[in-house]
């Protein structure tokens, strides 16, 4: 693949990453009327996006190492890939989850099943969500990631009820449902990923010591 192939490509999901995140109520019926496949819609948008923490919790933790009790902690580098990896791999597991629960939800609030629209919601409104996972770079700021993720629920508000043809009065409490169950999937991304990183601290201070 030349790079003439690839800077169409690349220009399309940068242009979509702004038109989502700064015109959402313009992009989502662009969105909708878009002819795709759930594989389209994760490769290479989803893919590349859900890289986007990892990588960055990866750069920061060997560049800017944790004091924890007046102890630093960096972690060793496989360590590290391996905590990255993990995180990625599940991120992109909760958001096909969220697009199951979008999509089985849908007749219980009007709406109309729709896997590929489902998708959609779901990929889409975790745009910011994702885009600010490059606070990671900086451990110490990280939460402010999380803070600004928070946009995504709004993402979520302006086009879940569209793409699902769910009506107007069922469709904030949609919203709400669907949104509780993506925090409820992103705290056990957290969990599982924490859990990883104190393992691995765990594991260095007995080294450490030893």
Do not use: C
């Not at 007046?70 to 890939?81: F, K, N, Q, T, W």
């Not at 999380?146 to 409490?173: E, H, N, T």
Request: net charge positive; glycine share 10%; aromatic share 8%.
């Amino acid at each position: 693949m030349t790079i003439e192939d690839t800077n169409p490509q690349a220009t399309a999901l940068v242009d979509r990453i702004k038109h989502v995140i700064l015109r959402p109520k313009l992009e989502w019926p662009v969105i909708e009327a878009e002819r795709a496949t759930v594989k389209s819609i994760f490769v290479p948008y989803a893919v590349i996006l859900t890289a986007i923490g990892p990588v960055a919790g990866l750069i920061g933790s060997q560049l800017f190492p944790v004091r924890l009790f007046g102890v630093v902690y960096r972690p060793d580098i496989l360590s590290a890939m391996v905590q990255a990896v993990v995180g990625w791999g599940l991120a992109l597991l909760a958001v096909f989850l969220l697009s199951l629960i979008i999509d089985g939800l849908a007749p219980s609030f009007g709406g109309t099943k729709n896997r590929v629209q489902a998708t959609k919601v779901a990929v889409y409104s975790m745009t910011p969500v994702w885009v600010a996972g490059i606070f990671n770079l900086l451990p110490s700021i990280a939460w402010l990631g999380s803070l600004l993720g928070l946009y995504g629920f709004y993402l979520l508000y302006l086009g879940l009820p569209g793409l699902m043809k769910a009506p107007q009065d069922k469709g904030l409490i949609y919203t709400i449902v669907v949104a509780i169950a993506s925090i409820i999937l992103l705290i056990v991304i957290g969990g599982i990923v924490g859990s990883i990183v104190a393992a691995n601290r765990l594991a260095h201070a007995g080294l450490a010591l030893g």
